[in-house]
């Protein structure tokens, strides 16, 4: 059983920046997929970005490509989602995850996920 943990959100204006971590305990994540999510007020959850097991593809949704990058990190079992030129509209509670195919990462089929961390974009 994998256990993450997300840390990083806080409150900050747009334009600003924030880096979010998931830290993984209990178990290694380093042979798993990996993702984020986020559910913004009053929405589903939604993709942000996913990571494969080894860290070099990347993919991410329309809405946050060129301004969030995912990077993993096997030796510290911790993945983290860089996020530059904050908007408003990325306001929400970010969720990473874990789980073993991308395409299954990107349809929200994830093996573990975390407890979320909020990220609030005050215009």
């Known amino acids: 059983q994998v256990q993450l943990l997300e840390s990083g959100g806080g409150l900050v204006q747009a334009g600003d920046s924030l880096r979010l971590s998931c830290a993984a305990s209990?178990?290694?994540?380093?042979?798993?997929?990996a993702g984020w999510f986020r559910q913004g007020p009053g929405k589903e959850r939604e993709f942000v970005a996913a990571?494969?097991?080894?860290?070099?593809?990347?993919y991410y949704a329309d809405s946050v490509t060129g301004r969030f990058t995912i990077s993993k990190d096997n030796a510290k079992n911790t993945v983290y989602l860089q996020m530059n030129n904050l908007k408003p509209e990325d306001t929400g509670v970010y969720y990473c995850?874990?789980?073993?195919?991308?395409?299954?990462?990107?349809?929200?089929?994830?093996?573990?996920w975390g407890q979320g961390t909020h990220v609030t974009v005050s215009s």
């Open positions: 990571i494969n097991w080894i860290g070099d593809s990347t």
């Open positions: 209990r178990r290694t994540i380093s042979s798993y997929d």
């Open positions: 995850g874990a789980g073993t195919t991308i395409p299954r990462i990107r349809s929200g089929t994830l093996s573990y």
